[in-house]
């Protein structure tokens, strides 16, 4: 009885368990099919992904190609522009220098050409002194106070005007040069000083007397100083000339009076006058309002201003040189 108890236990337990393993085969085969599928899923969205990856690679490939030859012809333009450049400099530079070149010898033109106009239209006559012939303007007396151009010093001077006159039956003379200075360490700036000497003369000797100067040697805008006349008199008729010289100078960028500088030596004293210059400036001006601030804005050198004989000559000296 018992071996058959234990018999018909052991069927229903093997029943069981097979029934059970059954269904545990049942729930893996489901759960494997439904990992599958997804698997399936996933795979086929990595695929479309890549896919589209590999397209967008394939354009951005396509583009990068593109902007590197885009940039290789960008980088050779460069290139060819900056040799460009660099010729157009090399050019320029070379332009500027011929003008420099050529801005000297205009100017020194220009001095020549107005020294030349003063002496055609005053000549030789008397109270104007007399010329110094052209033969011994380059002896080496005149190379001693000029320098010509293309110096080593980078400066270069014009004869202005030399004139010869006697005082008190000595032979003496006046020399009047103007010389370009540089003023920075390019040498592409250009100032003018004029410089005034007076020598005497003894026995062909030039011995010197007096030296000044009138200066304009740095100026951001348009400059210039030039020699306007030279008169002799003796006003006080003591034997000593005066002798008057007469120039303008300016530094400005408009179209205003420029400065008339009235130079008085008598006997190694120099005396100095102010008044402005205006030819040129009708058209700008009034021009009685010029002639007006020229006469009532002179200003006498105080030892020349105690002398209504000495004011009279520098006012007419004012109107000779304005035109009126």
């Given at each position: 009885m018992k071996v058959v108890f234990v018999l018909v236990l052991a069927c229903i337990t093997s029943s069981i368990f097979a029934q059970s393993k059954k269904d545990q085969i049942a729930a893996l085969t489901l759960r494997l099919d439904s990992l599958s599928r997804e698997y399936i899923k996933d795979t086929a969205q990595l695929n479309h992904t890549v896919e589209s990856l590999e397209r967008k690679n394939s354009v951005l490939s396509g583009q990068h190609k593109a902007a590197q030859e885009q940039i290789k012809k960008k980088s050779?333009?460069?290139r060819d522009k900056t040799e460009t450049i660099k010729t157009l400099n090399a050019s320029n530079l070379e332009l500027m220098?011929?003008?420099k070149e050529l801005q000297k010898q205009i100017n020194a033109l220009s001095d020549s050409i107005r020294m030349l106009?003063?002496?055609n239209s005053s000549g030789t006559c008397?109270?104007?002194?007399?010329?110094?012939?052209?033969?011994?303007m380059n002896t080496e007396f005149y190379k001693k106070y000029y320098k010509v151009k293309n110096s080593?010093?980078?400066?270069y001077s014009v004869l202005v005007d030399s004139r010869m006159y006697r005082e008190l039956g000595q032979n003496k003379m006046i020399l009047i040069i103007k010389d370009?200075?540089?003023y920075d360490d390019?040498?592409?700036?250009w100032g003018q000083e004029l410089n005034y000497y007076v020598f005497n003369i003894d026995n062909q000797t030039f011995l010197p007397e007096k030296k000044w100067s009138e200066s304009i040697l740095e100026c951001p805008v348009d400059m210039g100083i030039e020699h306007l006349d030279i008169q002799f008199s003796d006003i006080n008729r003591d034997g000593y000339v005066e002798l008057w010289l007469i120039n303008e100078a300016y530094c400005k960028g408009d179209v205003s009076p420029n400065q008339m500088n009235i130079y008085t030596y008598e006997h190694s004293k120099l005396f100095h006058s102010e008044s402005i210059q205006f030819t040129g400036l009708e058209d700008y001006y009034d021009i009685e309002e010029l002639k007006k601030e020229a006469l009532e804005g002179i200003s006498f050198d105080p030892k020349l201003n105690q002398n209504d004989t000495y004011r009279q000559y520098i006012i007419e000296l004012v109107k000779k040189n304005n035109g009126f």
């Open positions: 050779q333009a460069i220098q011929e003008r106009k003063k002496m008397l109270g104007q002194g007399s010329p110094i012939p052209e033969r011994i080593s010093e980078n400066v370009y200075l540089p390019n040498k592409e700036s």
